[in-house]
C-alpha cells in the first residue's frame, strides 16, 4: 500500500518560510519522478515543483527563486522549502508520486499566508 504522508503547513505572515514534509510509505521516492501541487479555492490544481529520479528540478514561474525542493533518499521523504511567502500562495499543497502504474497523492497541508 501506497501512502503519503504531507506535514508542515501552518499559517505564516507574508515574507515568511515553511518547509513542507512529504513522507512515503510502499514507494521508493529514489525511483521516482516526485512533487508537489497546490490547490487555492475555486482554482484548478497546479504544479508546484517537482524532481525526478535523476534528480533535475522544474519549478512553476511563480515560485522559482523562492521554492525549492529536495529529497531524503535514506528517509524516503521529500521537502518543499518555501520562502518569501506571498499570499497567493495560500492552497493546500500536496505530494506527488509516479509510480509504476499509477500516481499517488497525499492527502494535503494547508498552507495560509496572511497579508
Known amino acids: 500500500q501506497v501512502q503519503l504522508v504531507e506535514s508542515g503547513g501552518g499559517l505564516v505572515q507574508a515574507g515568511g518560510s515553511l518547509r513542507l514534509s512529504c513522507a512515503a510509505s510502499?514507494?521508493?521516492?529514489?525511483?521516482?519522478?516526485m512533487g508537489w501541487y497546490r490547490q487555492a479555492p475555486g482554482k484548478q490544481r497546479e504544479l508546484v515543483a517537482m524532481?525526478?529520479?535523476?534528480?533535475?528540478?522544474n519549478y512553476s514561474d511563480s515560485v522559482k527563486g523562492r521554492f525549492t525542493i529536495s529529497t531524503d533518499n535514506a528517509k524516503n521523504t521529500v521537502y518543499l522549502q518555501m520562502n518569501s511567502l506571498k499570499p497567493e500562495d495560500t492552497a493546500v499543497y500536496y505530494c506527488?508520486?509516479?509510480?509504476?502504474?499509477?500516481?499517488?497523492w497525499g492527502q494535503g497541508t494547508q498552507v495560509t499566508v496572511s497579508s
Open positions: 506527488y508520486a509516479q509510480g509504476v502504474l499509477r500516481n499517488y
Open positions: 510502499g514507494i521508493i521516492f529514489s525511483r521516482s519522478d
Open positions: 524532481i525526478t529520479s535523476r534528480g533535475y528540478t
